[in-house]
């Protein structure tokens, strides 16, 4: 699961935005995704 999140910051990355910080903003993504599962509002599909 998180390779494909990476690919998508590799394919986001840019002159401006430096890789680390692409590599942060889609582990956040899953962080928040992780916390909501665990306070059962967002369930598993």
Known sequence: M???H???AFAAKT???PLWILFV???FLD???AT???LGIRNFV
């Open 31 to 33: 962080y928040i995704w």
């Open 15 to 17: 002159a401006k935005i």
């Open 25 to 27: 903003a889609v582990q």
């Open 2 to 4: 998180f390779v494909g």
């Open 6 to 8: 990476y690919s998508v």
């Open 36 to 38: 909501l599962v665990q």
